[in-house]
């Protein structure tokens, strides 16, 4: 495995992407955060799945970043190392 840190995603983020979306749109809103990254397209409204790693791969640019508090907030809580 490479030691690559993983990227950081908020819930909210605006994404560039490299390849266009059939309707023509580049940018991608993320709304949902896991091993798969939830996007929805900001020209056509489509919402797609992508595995992390290849989200990781295709980001060209930050176009806006999101909420860092709402992102905290669907987190899921942290466990204890006692439990």
Do not use: Y
Not at 49 to 70: H, I, K, Q, T
């Amino acid at each position: 495995m490479p030691d690559t840190p993983v990227l950081m995603l908020l819930l909210g983020d605006v994404l560039r992407l490299g390849r266009r979306h059939p309707c023509g749109g580049d940018t991608w809103l993320v709304d949902r955060l896991g091993a798969d990254i939830g996007l929805r397209c900001q020209g056509c409204g489509r919402h797609v799945l992508l595995e992390r790693r290849l989200v990781e791969r295709r980001l060209v640019a930050f176009v806006s970043r999101g909420d860092p508090v709402l992102s905290a907030a669907v987190a899921p809580p942290a466990r204890d190392a006692t439990t």
